[in-house]
Structure formats: structure tokens, C-alpha cells
């Protein structure tokens, strides 16, 4: 919960700076820092022989995944309310579930599938795209969780064959490299002409930023980087079906200081979506559980 607190604070600080500066501005200088400080905690704490690993590629398949993850998110941030984007952006268990089923060929029964149905069902209910208020940038939370939700397939093929910090690391270098080359291609690009204004915070050109920003986007990184290690720890020390359900206080968080800093209100349809989606993959979370439970007793009647 602590650390889902501390990414809310992250992400508000990121959206508060891209009303001054560039998106990618400002994900390129927090990479930059996070990935400082991931290689100080690592080598610190493990020494050098954290930097080893034995899928490289895996590790640059999760760097290119974060990047399109992350990058989408804050896009979409910097021009939507903070609590709409995390009602959306935490779809990405239904993904999960839906990609377990079609790449992994794992079995989903009949509660899961409905309860995948009902929570994107809430995600079109919540985004009303038929509606003139529709703006693509609702949306693109959605891209970001299918991302996202991408990770943990890639982490089965890893599995415990590499500490988490080499994985923090390996990705989050991954990441800085696209944006460093993502950055570059703006920069070569000419003044965007474009009348949108997410599209504009995107293409617009570096500034140098104010001494007061430089503090907030070390904080941010900070706090980032502590999130991380926190939210690792407890994925690290207790079950996924028991950790996973907090993921969904990160929504409360949000609501709670995207209204004290940004004065936002959820809207109804944002409230009720969000509620279903809690509750489709709290849902989800609750029979992997007892489906991992009834085959564990199976393996134990077996062995017997």
C-alpha cells in the first residue's frame, strides 16, 4: 500500500511538471535518475555481479514493453484527469488473463472469461466512445495496461533464474535508451503545427528547467525508485494472490491527490467503471487462487 501510495505521488508529480515541460523531457531525466540510483541500491547492496544476465534478450523485451507502458501513460496524464487514467490503466489484470489464455494456452474457466467480459464491458461503459466527449487520449490508459500486462508473461519465461534488481536495471536501461532515441527524433523534427494539445506537450521543445522543478523531479525519481523496491519486496516475500488485490488501492490514492492537487472529480460513469473493474479482477485474483488451491490438494492427494 506504501508503495502504491509512493507511485500516485510519482505520477502526480509527472503530470503537475508536464504543464511546463515536455512529457518526454520529463521521462528522460527521470530514467535517468531512477536508473542512477537502481545502480547505486544494486552494487551497494549485491556488488557487481548484479549486472550479470542470462536473458538478455528477455530483459530488452521488458525495456521495449515499460517503454510503451510508461511512455502511453504519461502522455495520456499530462491531458486527463489522474484517477480516470488509473481506472483504466487497471485493466491490465483482465489482460493478464486474457493473455495467459492465448499465448500461454492456460486454462481460464467460465467465471474468469465473464468476469474479463464484465470489466471491459465497464472500460467502454466508463469511456463512452460513441459520445462526442470521447477523446483518444481515454484510451490510451487501455494501451498501456495491454503493455504492461505483457511483463508478467515475460516473467514466467524468466521466472527465478534472475534477481530482481538485474531485471530493474537491464529494463529500466532498455526503457532509457528508446527514450533517449525517441527524444532525439523530436528534436529533429520541426515546431509541430498540430492543434491538439497532448500531441503539442509531446512535440514541443526542451526547456531548461526552473531550480524548484529540478527538486520536484528528483523526488520523483526517488520516490519512483523506493516504489519499485517496495512493491518488488512484497511480490518477493508474499503469494501474487495475496498481494495483488492492494495493487487496486493505487485508484483510491490517485482519486485522493488528483482532487488535492488538481481539484479533480470523478465522474459517475469514472466511479461506476471503476467499481466494476475493481471487482472483475479482484474477482479474477479470487478463483486463480482457489483454482491453485484445489490443484495443490489434487498434487498432495496424488503423492499420498
Not at 542470462?54 to 517503454?67: D, K
Not at 464491458?121 to 483518444?136: E, K, N, Q, T, Y
Amino acid at each position: 500500500m506504501f508503495a502504491l501510495l509512493a507511485f500516485a505521488t510519482q505520477d502526480s508529480i509527472i503530470k503537475l511538471l508536464s504543464e511546463r515541460y515536455s512529457v518526454i523531457e520529463i521521462l528522460m531525466i527521470r530514467l535517468a535518475i531512477v536508473l542512477a540510483l537502481l545502480l547505486v541500491v544494486a552494487l551497494a547492496w549485491q556488488g557487481p555481479g548484479i549486472l550479470r544476465t542470462r536473458r538478455p534478450r528477455l530483459m530488452f523485451a521488458r525495456g521495449v514493453l515499460a517503454f510503451f507502458a510508461f511512455t502511453t501513460y504519461y502522455i495520456a496524464l499530462s491531458s486527463i484527469p489522474l484517477a480516470e487514467a488509473a481506472v483504466v490503466y487497471m485493466t491490465a489484470p483482465l489482460f493478464v488473463t486474457l493473455l495467459s489464455a492465448l499465448v500461454l494456452r492456460e486454462r481460464v474457466g467460465l467465471h474468469r472469461w465473464s468476469a474479463v467480459v464484465i470489466g471491459f464491458g465497464a472500460v467502454v461503459f466508463m469511456l463512452d466512445p460513441g459520445s462526442s466527449l470521447f477523446r483518444i487520449e481515454s484510451a490510451m490508459p487501455l494501451f498501456s495496461a495491454l503493455c504492461y500486462a505483457l511483463i508478467p508473461i515475460i516473467n514466467r519465461h524468466i521466472g527465478l533464474s534472475e534477481h530482481a534488481l538485474t531485471m530493474g536495471i537491464y529494463t529500466t536501461a532498455s526503457y532509457f535508451v528508446l527514450m533517449a532515441l525517441t527524444s532525439l527524433a523530436i528534436l529533429a523534427l520541426p515546431a509541430p503545427t498540430t492543434d491538439n494539445a497532448t500531441l503539442q506537450g509531446v512535440l514541443q521543445g526542451w526547456v531548461m528547467l526552473q531550480a524548484p522543478d529540478w527538486w520536484l523531479l528528483l523526488l520523483a525519481g526517488a520516490i519512483f525508485t523506493v516504489a519499485l523496491l517496495c512493491i518488488t519486496q512484497a511480490y518477493r516475500i508474499a503469494v501474487v494472490s495475496a498481494v495483488a488485490p492492494f495493487e487496486y488501492v493505487y485508484i483510491l490514492w490517485a482519486s485522493l491527490i488528483g482532487y488535492l492537487i488538481f481539484a479533480d472529480v470523478p465522474g459517475p460513469r469514472t466511479m461506476i467503471g471503476g467499481a466494476v473493474i475493481v471487482a472483475s479482477g479482484c474477482y479474477i485474483i479470487l478463483r486463480e487462487r482457489q483454482q491453485r488451491g484445489r490443484v495443490a490438494e489434487v498434487s498432495q492427494y496424488g503423492d499420498s
